[in-house]
């Protein structure tokens, strides 16, 4: 077993409410949640549907995500957001569309800059970074 170095980056700050993404994500599965009155998903966690007709208080339910999508847009960071990013400067931070209609932020991994494009599609993979908390990273779709 490899030994884990000190993770030097900013870490989410689990809540009641987004636990159980987290939960998943350390089982290498992606949830969002779904509204149980109106159907679409949610990301991120709230406790109140944001559906526009809707706002069911207590509707919300966890659904599993295929892990699917393709990059709506992209940036090549090569500032540093924080002080334990700077050995992965360049590095790509990006907003992906998935295939259940969520959009969320996320790294881009595994993929030469040179080739990203708008539309590509993607699939989620997983970052261990510590024994609590699993971070979810995008590559090329089957691969």
Not at 15 to 43: E, I, M, Y
Not at 109 to 138: A, C, Q, Y
Request: a negative charge; hydrophobic letters at 35%.
């Amino acid at each position: 077993m490899a030994e884990q170095t000190e993770y030097k980056k900013p870490l989410p700050t689990l809540s009641n409410l987004s636990r159980p993404f987290w939960d998943a994500t350390k089982q290498h599965r992606l949830t969002f949640q779904r509204c149980k009155l109106c159907g679409p998903h949610v990301f991120y966690p709230r406790d109140i549907c944001p559906g526009p007709e809707c706002f069911g208080v207590g509707s919300m339910e966890w659904a599993e995500s295929s892990g699917r999508g393709w990059i709506y847009s992209y940036t090549i960071s090569h500032q540093p957001a924080h002080p334990g990013f700077v050995p992965e400067v360049p590095y790509v931070f990006a907003i992906v569309q998935l295939e259940e209609g969520v959009r969320m932020n996320t790294n881009i991994v595994g993929i030469e800059h040179s080739d990203l494009r708008i539309g590509m599609p993607v699939e989620v993979g997983w970052d261990d970074v510590t024994p609590e908390i699993t971070l979810p990273k995008f590559g090329r779709r089957g691969g």
